[in-house]
C-alpha cells in the first residue's frame, strides 16, 4: 500500500528525530512504488501520443485498424510503422486508412491505394515481383550454394579418406579449412 | 593455395562491404521512387495563396508545362532550395507554381516576402490530403508536369543548381521536342 507521506519536515517538532526517521523510512520504502507508478503513467503518455483515439465502430475493427496499420511504413521516418510513428503525415495516413475502413474498403484496397502514391516501399511485407526475386529467393540460393558446397567437399573427403587411412599427413594436406 | 581460399573469401567480404558504402553515399536512401512518373498527375482542386477564393485544378493548368515545388515555411530544407529557385527559377522556361503544404497562409505569406518569390502561382494545401495524391512525403519535392497532365519527372529534396542542370532541363528539353 502506498500511504500518503511528505519530504516537508517543518511539519514535525525540531529534533523528535524519531518520527523523522519513521516518516523517511515511510518514504523510502513507498518510493520505489510510486516511480514504478510513474513509470507507467510515462509509457502510457507516449503511447496515447503516438496514436490519437479514432471513433472505432467496433474492437474488431480497431483490431484490424492496429494490423493493417502495423504492416505499412512510415515515409518520413522509414523504420517505423503507421501504427508507431509520431510524424504528422503518418497520421494524416493513419486518417486516411481510418477513413476508408469506414467507407468499406478492404485492406488490399487500402494497401493498393498507398502503393499507387508510395510504391512498394509502404509494405513492410514486399510482393513477389521480378525486381524482388533477389530479396526473397536470394537467401535460398545462398543456403543452396553452401549445402553445395558441403556436399562436395565430404565427397571428396570420403573418397580420398579410404585410401589415405594410414597415410596421415598426406590426407591432412589441403583440408585443414 | 587452399589454404589462401579464407583469404580470398575475407578479401570478398571486404569489397562487398566497400561497395555497400559507396553505394550508400551516391544514393540517398530515404529516397523513394515516385511510382506517378509517366503517370496522369492526380486530379486537384486548391485554392491559391493571394486569394483564397480562387481556386486553381490540374484542368486549368493542361495545355503547358509545369514545375510544381512543394515548400512549407518550416521547412528547413526549401530554405537551402529557395536562393537556387530565385536565381535559375526563371532560366527552366516553365512556369513554378509554388505548393504550400501543411503550412499557415500567413506564415507562407511573411516567408515568401522576407526571402522572395520565385514563383508564377501559389496554391495552397493545408490539410495536406491532395498531398497524399502526388505521393509527396516531405518538402522539398519538386514535380514537372506536361502539357497533357502527366507527370514527368519528380525530384525528391532541394532543387541544386546540378540537379537543375543534368535532371530537370534535359527532362524539359525533352517535352519541348515532343510537342509541335
Given at each position: 500500500m502506498i500511504r500518503p507521506f511528505s519530504f516537508?519536515?517543518?511539519?514535525?517538532?525540531?529534533?523528535d528525530n524519531q518520527t523523522k526517521r519513521r516518516t523517511w523510512r515511510r518514504a523510502q520504502s513507498a518510493l520505489p512504488q510510486v516511480l514504478f507508478a510513474l513509470l507507467f503513467l510515462i509509457a502510457g503518455l507516449a503511447f496515447a501520443q503516438a496514436i490519437e483515439p479514432l471513433p472505432f465502430k467496433d474492437h474488431a475493427q480497431e483490431v484490424r485498424f492496429q494490423n493493417l496499420t502495423r504492416e505499412l511504413r512510415c515515409l518520413v521516418c522509414q523504420n517505423e510503422n503507421l501504427a508507431d510513428s509520431n510524424a504528422d503525415l503518418a497520421r494524416d495516413l493513419r486518417h486516411e486508412v481510418f477513413e476508408q475502413m469506414q467507407a468499406g474498403k478492404s485492406d488490399d484496397e487500402i494497401k493498393q491505394y498507398l502503393v499507387d502514391r508510395?510504391?512498394?516501399?509502404?509494405?513492410?511485407?514486399?510482393?513477389?515481383k521480378t525486381s524482388t526475386l533477389l530479396l526473397w529467393f536470394g537467401p535460398l540460393v545462398i543456403l543452396l550454394a553452401g549445402a553445395a558446397v558441403v556436399v562436395v567437399t565430404i565427397r571428396r573427403r570420403s573418397r580420398v579418406a579410404p585410401v589415405n587411412t594410414v597415410d596421415d599427413k598426406a590426407a591432412d594436406e589441403g583440408d585443414d579449412w | 593455395m587452399s589454404r589462401l581460399v579464407p583469404f580470398f573469401g575475407f578479401m570478398l567480404l571486404v569489397a562487398l562491404f566497400g561497395f555497400g558504402i559507396w553505394w550508400n553515399t551516391q544514393h540517398d536512401q530515404r529516397e523513394v521512387p515516385s511510382p506517378l512518373i509517366n503517370k496522369p498527375a492526380p486530379a486537384f482542386v486548391l485554392p491559391k495563396l493571394?486569394?483564397?477564393?480562387q481556386t486553381v485544378s490540374r484542368e486549368a493548368l493542361m495545355g503547358k508545362p509545369y514545375l510544381i515545388n512543394v515548400f512549407a515555411s518550416w521547412c528547413i530544407a526549401c530554405g537551402e532550395e529557395h536562393p537556387v529557385l530565385m536565381t535559375q527559377g526563371k532560366s527552366i522556361g516553365v512556369p513554378i507554381i509554388g505548393?504550400?503544404?501543411?503550412?499557415a497562409a500567413d506564415d507562407a505569406k511573411a516567408w515568401l516576402a522576407k526571402h522572395g518569390d520565385p514563383y508564377d502561382m501559389v496554391i495552397v494545401d493545408q490539410e495536406g490530403r491532395t498531398a497524399i495524391d502526388f505521393g509527396v512525403?516531405?518538402?522539398?519535392e519538386s514535380f514537372l508536369v506536361d502539357?497533357?497532365?502527366?507527370?514527368r519527372y519528380k525530384r525528391i529534396g532541394p532543387l541544386t543548381p546540378e540537379a537543375i542542370e543534368k535532371e530537370l532541363k534535359p527532362a524539359i528539353a525533352a517535352l519541348a521536342k515532343e510537342q509541335p
Open positions: 516537508s519536515v517543518g511539519a514535525h517538532p525540531v529534533g508510395y510504391s512498394d516501399f509502404v509494405l513492410y511485407d514486399p510482393p513477389v | 493571394d486569394d483564397p477564393t505548393y504550400n503544404y501543411k503550412d512525403y516531405g518538402a522539398p502539357g497533357k497532365g502527366v507527370i
